[in-house]
């Protein structure tokens, strides 16, 4: 969950401004939170208003509409922080609807489905729970699933082969690497040119920064990337202790208590 932000928070200042290296600083004064930390955590929220807990069973039939006022009501407190301008007209709209989108930003906020998962199903169910209030088109859903198993399965204690493999078969090709992309990849806002590459950085990273500087470096939606790329490198390797603490003076204390009060419930697991 955390991993997410933090990908957010070291990619936002190179999204109009991409860098093409791993050889960045990585948390700096010009990085700030944007629209993918407050989605990721009206999405726990939402989780956590069902009754999401680890001693008790979570009722999640409620999720749909409960995500939409979550996104709402969290979302309309941070009005400047980059939302897309479908999103935009949703969040305000009188009744709103999905809008068939297949937008990256379907992956970049489900990253705590695949922490509050107990089984891989239930992973997936979550993911098209919070997506498809949204992101109803087949690829943004496809998207949002991707990266949420991911996320359950680096939990669940399976290895980089064997998340790679998963991905291979019931989503993506993970058939190139970030270096034969690198000089090529532009900016891109779907689903299916984006969370591909995220999850390469990851399979390609050896530690949870390097993940992260992994998916920056290859430029596009920096801060997205490495939104998607965070979650899945936080559930493997965890989040170093330093790093946590310095992306935690990132986050004003209405953000901060919804992380805390997911991660009450869901530990992190290193």
Not at 84 to 95: E, I, P, T
Not at 173 to 202: G, K, W
């Amino acid at each position: 969950m955390l991993g997410a932000i933090i990908g957010d928070i070291a990619g936002s200042r190179f999204e109009w401004n991409n860098i093409k290296t791993k050889e960045f600083d990585f948390l700096t004064c010009r990085c700030e939170f944007t629209d993918d930390s407050v989605m990721s955590l009206a999405v726990a929220k939402a989780l956590l208003d069902c009754g999401a807990g680890v001693s008790r069973a979570s009722d999640y039939t409620n999720l749909g509409a409960l995500t939409v006022k979550s996104m709402r009501d969290v979302g309309r407190l941070y009005p400047n922080c980059g939302y897309g301008g479908m999103f935009r007209q949703w969040m305000y709209a009188d009744n709103p609807a999905p809008y068939n989108s297949f937008g990256n930003g379907a992956a970049m906020r489900v990253s705590a489905c695949g922490f509050a998962a107990k089984k891989l199903a239930e992973a997936v169910t979550l993911s098209r729970k919070v997506t498809e209030v949204t992101h109803n088109h087949p690829e943004g859903i496809k998207g949002a699933e991707a990266t949420a198993v991911c996320i359950f399965l680096a939990c669940d204690g399976k290895n980089i082969r064997e998340i790679r493999d998963y991905v291979d078969k019931h989503y993506y090709p993970m058939n190139f690497t970030l270096d034969s992309i690198r000089d090529s990849y532009q900016f891109n806002e779907t689903c299916q040119d984006t969370v591909p590459q995220a999850i390469m950085a990851f399979l390609e990273s050896s530690g949870f920064e390097d993940a992260i500087r992994g998916a920056i470096s290859i430029g596009g939606d920096s801060d997205t990337l490495a939104a998607i790329t965070g979650g899945i490198a936080e559930a493997y390797y965890g989040v170093p202790n330093e790093i946590r603490k310095h992306a935690l003076t990132f986050l004003d204390e209405r953000l901060l208590k919804i992380l805390i009060d997911f991660e009450n419930v869901y530990p992190p697991r290193f």
